[in-house]
């Protein structure tokens, strides 16, 4: 019985088919960074304080500028050891009945009581409008920005589940269908919607679908190349994420209302429809449902596009061996390795997503231009990905793993005590921090497949990963709250759990050059699997000088 690889060896494991539709699923990516870290620019939140419509007044008929009218509103408070000018507290006077003048900007109020805002807030946004500015998200409303980013993440959640059964039971190419019309829809209504509760509730559905079809994108080109070629694709369609957030700062520079921001951002999946003719249906899923008369259909067309021939000989295909019916949420846990690996695993795809989508956020918070900030982080998050095809081979997976992890902690904490007056240092210290995480978030993909076996691979990357969601739930209001009270806290949470990640990846086994894991023996006894590996290439190499030895005395 041959399998789709023995197939594919003969149509091609890469060739012309395959390279045009990596090419297609590899576009799925580049708004999908919008999508995750647009709140930076949408839900920018600009230098603001109380507005008092008399000073309002006052100001335009006495061309005064917003500074002028900001000291009769704004008064002076010690946040972290620095005088500032307070955004959520105003003197309490009442400006129509004091006689206010073109010269009243020079007046005493040190004794005057304060209160909080009563009349809304002026913005030093110039000219431009984000979901921040249009509702007033400030002060005690400021956590419902962090509520624009943890709702993504719930969609997140529930779409990695619902797209991932809805894929395996209806196909791939269904699921991307779906997803794509799912995506179109909610954000264009995200785009229009006149309330914040609206907001959220699409935002989520948003979320929901962005999610899904980013994952079985990723499950169909993987499942269509060679298996020496599966890991090199699967970074590559990930760096894609990295071009989306290089394009995305350039687009919020020049679209100042983050409503047509949103409608910029949704406007590729109107594109992205038409993909359901010009990407087939995945053989293996087609294997799997008993189908293989579909699946030999495409598999010729693969052929064919990619000038090969496939020989007769594929009558009769079986299914690569998948997870078994018996597995359970209990093996994850079961034995002693399995269930540290599990733990370990979990940690750490908690970690990336709560260090790199709080490093990505803490740019627009940080103080300096956003714009300019965004894209120089971004850019370095390209030598991440050849990073990791360099080492994985030469050094193997531990090792780079957990560096990438103690560099990036390393960073963060050094970044958090190198003063603001060192912007440069500063800069250039976080960008290290950001290569570190995205390395790590693009190793744990991989190695979570390689440390769990055959029977639960699947059901175990699936779990693990649902850590990834929950992360980016938390992250926000990590990032945002924690910075309220020191700017730079949030820099020195995120160097210690990434430290204790990469701490922690020194547990696990290396994997480079052993066979994927089979069943639970091969997890708790990896060396009987070692040992039987190189008994098997001894066994081989014996045969090769029988066959030499025969052939030598033959002639």
């Known amino acids: 019985m041959a399998t789709f690889d023995d197939l594919l060896e003969e149509a091609g494991t890469f060739g012309r088919c395959q390279k045009r539709i990596f090419a297609l699923l590899c576009l799925l990516s580049i708004p999908v960074s919008a999508v995750y870290v647009g709140i930076v620019f949408q839900g920018f ?6 507005r008092d419509s008399a000073v309002v007044e006052r100001r335009q008929a006495c061309s005064w500028s917003l500074s ?42 040190t004794n005057v009581p304060v209160t909080a805002c009563k009349d809304g807030w002026e913005y030093q946004y110039e000219g431009r409008k984000s979901f921040v500015t249009e509702f007033n998200l400030v002060c005690s409303d400021a956590w419902l920005v962090d509520m624009y980013q943890s709702i993504l993440n719930v969609g997140f959640l529930i779409g990695s589940f619902a797209f991932g059964y809805f894929a395996d039971r209806f196909g791939r190419r269904v699921s991307i269908m779906t997803s794509n019309i799912l995506n179109l829809i909610a954000g264009i209504v995200l785009a229009v919607v006149p309330n914040y509760i609206s907001i959220l509730v699409v935002r989520c559905i948003f979320g929901f679908g962005v999610k899904g079809g980013w994952m079985n994108g990723y ?67 087609l294997i799997s449902q008993k189908n293989t008369s579909k699946a030999l259909e495409i598999t010729e067309a693969m052929a064919k596009e990619n000038k090969k021939k496939l020989s007769k000989n594929f ?20 034995t002693p390795n399995m269930r540290k690996h599990t733990f370990i695993l979990m940690f750490n795809w908690f970690t990336s997503a709560v260090v790199y989508q709080g490093l990505i956020m803490r740019v627009g918070i940080a103080g300096g231009n956003v714009y300019i900030d965004f894209l120089i982080s971004g850019l370095v998050e390209f030598p991440a990905a050849f990073l990791i095809l360099i080492t ?54 991989f190695v979570n497949t390689e440390l769990y076996p055959t029977f639960i691979r699947n059901l175990g990357v699936s779990v693990c990963s649902t850590l990834c969601d929950i992360g980016g739930i938390v992250s926000p209001f990590l990032l ?76």
């Open 68 to 109: 002028d009218s900001r000291r009769l509103t704004a008064l002076v408070v010690n946040n972290s050891g620095l005088l500032q000018q307070s955004s959520c507290e105003q003197y309490e006077v009442d400006w129509n009945n004091t006689g206010l003048t073109c010269d009243s900007q020079e007046l005493n109020l």
């Open 219 to 285: 499950v169909l080109l993987t499942e269509m190349v060679g298996a020496e070629y599966r890991r090199t694709v699967g970074i590559v369609y990930q760096m894609f994420f990295s071009i989306g957030n290089l394009i995305l700062p350039l687009l919020a520079y020049y679209i100042t209302d983050w409503r047509w921001l949103q409608v910029v951002i949704t406007a590729p999946y109107l594109f992205f429809l038409p993909y359901y003719w010009f990407i087939p249906e995945s053989p293996r899923w």
């Open 392 to 445: 994985i081979e030469r050094i193997g997976r531990r090792l780079p793993f957990a560096a990438a992890n103690i560099v990036a902690g390393a960073a963060c904490v050094i970044t958090a005590f190198i003063p603001d007056s060192m912007f440069w240092f500063k800069t250039v210290v976080a960008c290290i921090g950001r290569l570190g995480i995205t390395m790590a978030f693009e190793m744990v993909v």
């Open 45 to 50: 939140t600009p230098d603001h304080w109380c």
């Open 480 to 555: 945002y709250r924690l910075a309220f009270i020191w700017l730079e806290l949030p820099l020195i949470i995120f160097g210690v759990v990434a430290f204790v990640a990469g701490a922690l990846v020194l547990l696990l086994p290396e994997t480079r050059g052993v066979p994927l894991p089979e069943t639970l023996d091969d997890i708790e006894f990896p060396n009987r699997k070692k040992e039987d590996e190189v008994e098997r290439q001894q066994m081989k190499t014996l045969l090769k000088s029988d066959v030499t030895v025969c052939k030598d005395t033959t002639v």
């Open 315 to 334: 009558e009769t295909l079986t299914e690569d061996e998948g997870d078994s019916p018996s597995a359970s949420l209990l093996d994850l846990v079961r």
